[in-house]
């Protein structure tokens, strides 16, 4: 273990850069964008020579932007900080002839190429000029990809939530409904991805990803479009090992303009699931509208926007519950159990098991949701420019948690702000500063169905009544400054965040048990008792500073060079200390006042890539290579393990107390005296980080088809798990700190690789036809899959003994998404009508086979404490036996035969996530007809069928042998919620207004 001494040392190396870094942050022009475009080029005469000094204006007609820049003595221009929209642009040079070239569309993060011919005229005169923006990326290694604004307003969208269509990007992968939970790319955690909207943080607070349980906490109608840079870019970017997410919304422009909208969704027009006997009433309406225009013409203009959702959902709950002949047995041997026996409902149909019954509900779960936003634009002058910006989504779920009833309500509200500023102070330099607030809260109640939770085997948990509030706000100061000198274009920028969170909620008792078995004797396996937690503050302070160079070696090659530093401050409360465990350092826990962790300042990221377009293919093939270090902050509650701790937590195991049973209020006094169990944190912690590397191919084929081939591979240290320390030492059979039981520990030891080879073939809009495929092969292997998905360890011991494919593992995936406006003009039988798709295919993600095992069955005795589940537990493989049914079916996926339960006191050796459960694969379509009611007003009816061949997309089978008569079987389907991916067919249709 690293001496606390040396932790948080910057190493003598660095210390020089690191001065030089502060003294970047100190310059108010100095610090990065990734919500704006750069456009670039090289002017030439007929002969292919550069010409220098040629002027070269770049104008947006629609807002009456100018900018205007010189070529220099290589014949290059650029310019960095374009809006994302269409321009035209013009070259003039004295004895040549004007060149212009309109129609040149730049999306967000995009550095467009436009290579401009000028010929020899003594007159002066002006030529149109055929010159296109080159599709490929000519300037970096980045592997991205952007979701335009017709892709947003034309492909099918079930539940209108943006995120996804994430999908799109090279490198996703969705294991699930389709949404930030969901969605991963190159092998990443779903934490590690970073969103930004309009260049300012919009991640979750607590969680890093968005509140993904809202479908409008941005409008897919306010977001002009994003790019989803997977894997390697630049220094500019950061603040997560993953990907990065940029967002930008949409401005108003010299012309008013709008539209209003219904989406609706009905049961009748649905299929139903394959789980469900029949089709749950459902309702959904989806409506708003958007209005933008100028305040002044060229000048100050406005958007807003607005949509609601309202949702009535009745889905059906399946669980399993006592049967009555095994109540009777319960009530024989142990009449005290009767409270935990009565709280669960008679069972609606028998199971093969005559000691379980399957229990089928329907639940209301209403949704309610408001989303806006209002950005106003201003030029202040001809060099400056200005836009402020506010977006809030309030939103209300109620839930049926499970067959018992036990509801949930969730009060959400997202809000996000900036005011930006942009500055030319020359045709080369350029300064940008932007301020952003980013805050989610959440006040949820949970109303339980039974006093204590109680937790048997083969059958639904009780759940007591709990109460959280989360209310998290990030605050942002982010500079930049773009610098163009000679060959090179450089960037120089950082940023300050300040994250603040407030949270409480209320305590929990909680009594676990080994077996049915172990129940009908009331024999506990442990216990936990949490006390409640009052309102707790958390500051946390980040800064972010950077240096990126794109040097133009040769017409042919540009080098991109840069270095980020990240640190991510030591958490600290504001109003209550927190209680720090250290069991070297202190023996127990630390006297107040005492840093909960030591600070990692040595987040130092260097970044290189090429791209090379060799003349002997016209231009056309480029050749892209990089390498990079990553660091990301992870989950803000990974490191509160100090206030996690103020509580009094306490829990037993049936190794410290063979007497243990229900109720577990009647074993506190003990537990208080005997099995403190609080949480810790490896105050010696790192924060995570990822190398990535790859090499990719791009050519550019005709019919504005864009081909890419890429190699991506990545691996990742110090990746957030959990672990239970303290544990018993089966030499001595006694914890080495007896005045604590199994201590919970957050710790970051995780690893993990990952190798990929991605293919993608594009098409830009022409001719009415547009289309995107995505493939992936990859093979992500880990002993923890970090952030929020970091879990316990089998052995707590032994991390290695879990190394084996990531939970997320997908060896392919594949997306293809496609518009078509019909060839057929205005007035004629099919005038104004579009076809869209989006097709999805993956094969099956891994299962981990487990087995339920007492902690007196365990080496170590590693029960549960409060706040951690417990280790998963592994089976023994049989020798000889298929793992597999003969056949496989969603009645019997496994043979049970091939698993049985390890001799007491000994690990299973079956593998973690060897086996796979199904695949998916989706196809959805829309039909649109646009009617024209007047020159500038136009009336859209759309039909969007989801799933369109009805296959059953089932979930992943029961992994637990100690549930004999659920093993192998699929209760569930891929969603279990209404909208978004993997769910039977759906059908939605929608009528819009604009202007």
Known sequence: MRSPNSAGRCPARFRSCHAILLSLVACPSLFAQADRATLGGTVTDATGAVLSGAEVEIRQEAIGLLRKTVTNEAGVYRTPGLPVGSYTITARKDGFTTARVPNVVLTVGQRATVNIPMAVSAVN???????????????????????????????????????????????AVNTGEGNQNTIRYFGRSRDENNFTFDGVDATGVKDPRQEANLRLNISLDSIAEFRVASSLYNAESGGGAGAQVNLV?????????????????????????PIDARRPPFRLNQFGGHLGGPLRRDRTFFFANFEGLRQRLAQTQIGFVPSDAFKARVLAASPSLRPVVEAFKPGTSRTADPNIDQLTVAGSQPWTEDSGLIKVDHRIDDRTNMFVRYNIDNGVIDEIRNPLLETRTSNFRTQNGTIQFQRVFSPVILSETKLGVNRSALHRDTNGTFPEGVSIPGFINLQVDRAEVEVGTTYSLVQSLAWTRGRHAFKFGGEIRKVDLVFADSGTVQTAFASRDDFVLNRANSISIAG???????????????????????????????????????????????????????????????????????????????????????????????YGIFFGPGQLDDVNAALDSIPESFSLSQRDQPALSFPAIGFASQARSSGAAPRSLQRDRRDGYSQQWTFSIQQQLPRQLVAQAAYVGNNAHHQFGRSFINTIDPATGRRPYPGFSNIGEKNNFGNSSFNGFQMSINRAARSGLSWQTQYLWGHAINDNSGAGEGAQNMIAECRACDRGDADFDTRHSFTAAAGYLLPFGAGRRWGGWELSGIGTARTGRPLNISV??????????????????????RPDFVPGQPFYAATRTPDQWFNPAAFRVPARGVWGNFPRNLLRGPGLWQMDVGVAKRTRLTERVALQFRGELFNLFNRAQYGQPNANISQPAQFGRITSVVNSTPTGSGGPRQVQLMLRLDF
């Open 532 to 626: 409640p937690n009052p309102s707790s503050r958390v500051l946390r302070p980040y800064y972010f500073w950077f240096a990126q160079d794109e040097f133009k070696a040769s017409s042919t090659l540009t080098v991109s060079l840069g270095v980020r530093y990240e640190y991510y401050s030591v958490s600290r409360t504001t109003n209550r200390g927190g209680r720090v465990l250290d069991l070297l350092r202190c023996n127990g826990f630390c006297p107040p006042g005492t840093p909960w962790y030591f600070p990692d300042k040595n987040n130092y990221a260097p970044r290189a890539g090429l791209a090379w377009a060799p003349e002997r293919f016209g231009g056309k093939t480029v050749f892209r290579a990089g």
């Open 125 to 171: 005169t002006q030529v149109e000029v055929t010159a296109q923006a080159v599709q490929l990326d000519k300037a970096s290694a980045e592997i991205s990809g952007v979701i335009s604004g017709s892709d947003l307003a034309a492909l099918p969208l079930n539940g209108r939530n943006w995120a996804s269509f994430m999908l799109l990007a090279p490198g």
């Open 852 to 873: 339920n095992r007492g902690a007196a069955d365990l080496p170590n005795g590693a029960a549960s404490t409060p706040g951690d589940s417990a280790p998963p537990q």
């Open 249 to 273: 919304s949409k401005s108003g422009s010299n012309r008013f303009h709008g539209g209003a909208f219904e989406y609706f969704r009905n049961d009748r027009l649905d299929a139903r699931r």
